[in-house]
């Protein structure tokens, strides 16, 4: 079946400008999380949604980050005015429900702030 | 604070060695430690461990964890080139509500 997707792959902005990165879980996968990578270091947790529950936002650099999950499925991961220490790969995963350790990862989306 | 090491942070071996990749952690509220293998972006699972001493075993790899000393290494016996990757720690708190990923050890295996 399919795996977890992110869109788009690769992103190029300037300072300043606000980005919108998607994620689409597995479907019937209720929990997810976005996780920021920078280069040569581990996975940064940002926020995890669990169904109809408040999302954990504690993970969050800043309030320039914000997420939205529509529906229980599709999740959006919004950064306005970005800085060029965003720049990281932003990966989304999704697992079973909120008692599940098996985390799928999408591919990613490599952010370039210059 | 909550946190996960990783040591080595990069390791060169040739094929055909056997390496031992360690993590400790200092995390509240411990459930499990995951291993994980990431060779472009995405990570795929490995292992999952809850229990002090019971090893997990997947081929030439086999982990192990320690809740007393707080640590877990993962083994992986006649390396291959394509065990060229890194290898990230995560551990897990009990509502699994996030993960605290390590910064990886990244490994390269020569022919």
């Known amino acids: 079946g399919a795996g977890v997707s992110q869109s788009p792959s690769n992103k190029v902005t300037e300072k300043g400008k606000d980005v919108e990165l998607r994620c689409d879980p597995i479907s019937g996968h209720t929990a997810l999380y976005w996780y920021r990578q920078s280069l040569g270091q581990g996975l940064e947790f940002l926020i995890y949604?669990?169904?109809?529950?408040?999302?954990?936002k504690s993970g969050l650099p800043s309030d320039r980050f914000s997420a939205e999950r529509t529906g229980g499925s599709v999740s959006t991961l919004t950064i306005q005015r970005t800085q060029q220490e965003d720049s990281a790969v932003y990966l989304c995963a999704s697992s079973l429900n909120g008692y599940s350790y098996e985390q799928y990862f999408g591919p990613g989306t490599r952010l370039t702030v210059t | 604070e909550d946190k996960v090491v990783q040591s080595p942070l990069s390791l060169v071996v040739h094929e055909g060695d056997t390496v031992t990749l360690n993590c400790s952690y200092e995390v509240t509220n411990f459930r499990s430690l995951l291993w994980y293998k990431q060779e472009k972006k995405a990570p795929t699972f490995l292992f999952m461990l809850t229990s002090s001493g019971i090893e997990k075993k997947s081929g030439r790899l086999s982990s192990i964890l320690d809740k007393k000393e707080l640590f877990s290494i993962l083994n992986i016996t006649a390396t291959q080139t394509g065990d060229s990757a890194v290898y990230l720690c995560a551990v897990a708190p009990y509502n699994f509500n996030k993960f605290y990923f390590g910064s990886g050890t990244k490994l390269n295996v020569k022919p």
């Open positions: 949604f669990q169904g109809n529950s408040a999302p954990d």
